[in-house]
């Protein structure tokens, strides 16, 4: 049996080793991460970890892990901004309102799943224009939902959750270590 992340987010390895997980290789998984039109946020994020897990080839005793972060305001999915012009686009909707942080989080072994999304509130101070360019001339809003990332500069943003403070960052740890040892992973933490 081996353990394999599919994930390319050094979030994510860094997320699993705080609860001594370590995984025997990492294979980004490269799939089509485009939303349905009309799609809700939490159905796009669970199909693209489904879609993730499927992706990743491994043997029929491997464990394998997904995920997807979406950020979500109403029913509009703010995935990874594709430029700077995007991101301040994005921060000037989150700014000054409340958001979904949505995690889907799939673990596979043979045909076997076990997926859970966690679902975590979040409040952005207002931005002023300052703040605003200051934060993109940092590029920490690169490769993540929203355009901003919690753990980073952007935390400052940040005033109030409510939810799963891992799970914000791209992977619930409770959740998961209840996803690994249904699916057999030798887990001593959780």
């Known amino acids: 049996m081996r353990f394999i992340l599919g994930s390319g987010s050094p ?3 860094e997320l699993l080793g705080q609860i001594g997980v370590l995984p025997d290789a ?3 998984p490269d799939i089509d991460e485009d939303p349905i039109k ?4 939490r159905p796009y994020c669970n199909r693209i970890t489904r879609g993730k897990l499927d992706a990743v080839v491994a043997d029929a005793d491997d464990i394998v892990l997904c995920a997807d972060t979406t950020v979500a305001v109403g029913r509009r999915i703010l995935g990874k901004p ?3 012009e995007e991101a301040a686009v994005f921060l000037k909707l989150l700014s000054g309102r409340r ?4 995690t889907s989080v799939g673990v596979k072994r043979g045909n076997k799943v076990w997926q859970r999304d966690v679902v975590s509130i979040v409040r952005m101070k207002p931005i002023s224009k300052p703040e605003l360019a200051a934060y993109l001339a940092t590029n920490d809003w690169q490769g993540k939902a929203g355009g901003y990332g919690i753990q980073g500069p952007a935390g400052a943003f940040i005033p109030w959750i ?3 403070f891992t799970g914000i ?3 619930p740890l409770s959740e998961t270590a209840g996803l690994l040892k249904a699916a057999g992973y030798p887990l001593n933490a959780g």
Do not use: F, N, Q
């Open 11 to 13: 979030r994510r390895l």
């Open 26 to 28: 990492v294979r980004a």
């Open 38 to 41: 009309a799609e809700l946020p």
């Open 82 to 84: 594709a430029d700077v």
């Open 99 to 102: 958001h979904r942080v949505i």
């Open 162 to 164: 409510s939810g799963s």
């Open 169 to 171: 960052v791209g992977l």
